[in-house]
Structure formats: C-alpha cells, structure tokens
C-alpha cells in the first residue's frame, strides 16, 4: 500500500474553473508535506511546506491546506499557465528525513 | 542563494556503453544529495543518497552506482547500460537531518538504443 496517494491522476480544468487536488497519507507521525510544481521535461520546483494540522500557505493562484490524513492544493480561477504535474511528498515523524513522493496529478488548464 | 546544476541535460548512449552524470550544488555546505530516476506516470524512485563526502546509500539494487568525490558534487555512474536505464533522471539535495525540502535540478534525458 503506497503511503502517499495523489488524486485524481489527471485533471482538465477550463480556465476560471477552480479545482482542488488532493493527496492522502498513511504515516504514523507527521514531519512534513511538500507539494512540487513540475513542467514536462523540468525538475520538480518546490511550492509548499506543510508541517501541522490546520496549517495553510497561499502563492499566487494556489492555496494548500493541510488535515490529519490528508492535504489539499486548492487552484482558484487556473490559468493555461497552470497546466503542469503536482507532486505531494511526505516526511514520516521519527524515521528518515528522506520523503516519500506521490505519483503526481497531471493538470491541464484550456484556455 | 543555492543553485543545482545537472548536465547533461539530453544523452542518448548504445546498450553496453558506460554512463556518467553529474551533478553540484553551489551556496551550501554539507548538503544531503540525492539521486532520482523518473518513469512516466510512476513517480519518483530514490536510487542513491548521500549525507558526506564518500558516504552513499543505496536503495535499489541495480546497473548503476553513485560517489561522491566532493562535498557539493554528486556523480551518477554506469559501467555498461542496459535498455532498462532509459528514464529521466534527477538530483536534489537538501539540508542535512532537516525538515526542509528537496531542490531538484532540470534532469537529464537517458535514451538507450
């Protein structure tokens, strides 16, 4: 069972047309969660660090908030220049520092 | 400010021949590094980490190998590619023993023929 679970693998969005992504772990203690913005053919670039329940960070179009179980990177009113894959990963509480990556949601915004 | 450099950037290497890729930080001292192989819609595999000169983990047995000959420099080896090493590859380093996150360089795009 994967400990970090992104979803939904893919989304098409319009432009104007907020959408939320998500991502869901298993660990037993939180360290902390980073969500990746990825262009095709790029590195990962990082966005976010989350560390408590509660806990919110905003840049520009995106917002990510964190829960318990689960965070979510909330994308109000996308633009084409949006369009990219997001990685979550998870740092587990007492073990490695070493993250563990979801597989990313590809999202599409058309203009 | 630090900054990761990885090169080269595109490669395309026959079956059996041998592989170098590099990678170095600059701004930082003493950086946790790390190798990552990329596979299209299966994220990120860790292949080698490394918390000091000389000092390499590896997490998955396989064709390839890592060392680290100085502090902020990372090297991705291979001494006969197999088809199967075809794939997108990625260093990042972070801050030792830290909450912080990953940097990760723009990869390099391995084609073996």
């Known amino acids: 069972e994967d400990q970090v679970t992104q979803s939904p693998e893919a989304l098409r969005l319009q432009e104007g047309e907020s959408s939320s992504l998500n991502c869901s772990y298993t660990?037993?203690?939180?360290?902390?969660l980073f969500w990746y913005r990825q262009d095709p053919g790029k590195g990962p670039e990082f966005l976010f660090t989350?560390?408590?329940a509660g806990e919110e960070k905003e840049k520009e179009r995106l917002k990510a908030t964190l829960t318990k179980k689960e965070s979510f990177l909330h994308i109000t009113a996308p633009k084409p220049e949006d369009s990219a894959t997001y990685l979550c990963a998870v740092q587990e509480e007492g073990g490695s520092y070493i993250p563990t990556f979801g597989r990313g949601t590809s999202l599409i915004v058309h203009p | 400010s630090q900054t990761i450099h990885q090169w080269p950037a595109t490669l395309v290497q026959p079956v059996g021949s041998p592989l170098s890729l590099e990678c170095t930080v600059e701004?930082?001292?003493?950086?946790?590094l790390y190798w990552y192989r990329q596979a299209a819609g299966r994220g990120l595999q860790l292949l080698f980490y490394s918390v000091g000169i000389g000092q390499i983990s590896s997490e998955v047995p396989q064709n390839l190998s890592a060392s680290r000959p100085q502090d902020r420099q990372f090297i991705l080896s291979s001494k006969k590619l197999l088809l199967s090493d075809s794939g997108f590859y990625l260093c990042?380093?972070?801050?030792?023993?830290?909450?912080?996150?990953?940097?990760f360089g723009d990869g390099t795009r391995l084609s073996i023929l």
């Open positions: 989350l560390y408590s």
């Open positions: 701004g930082t001292s003493n950086p946790n």
């Open positions: 660990v037993s203690g939180l360290r902390g």
């Open positions: 990042a380093w972070s801050v030792t023993r830290s909450d912080q996150p990953q940097h």
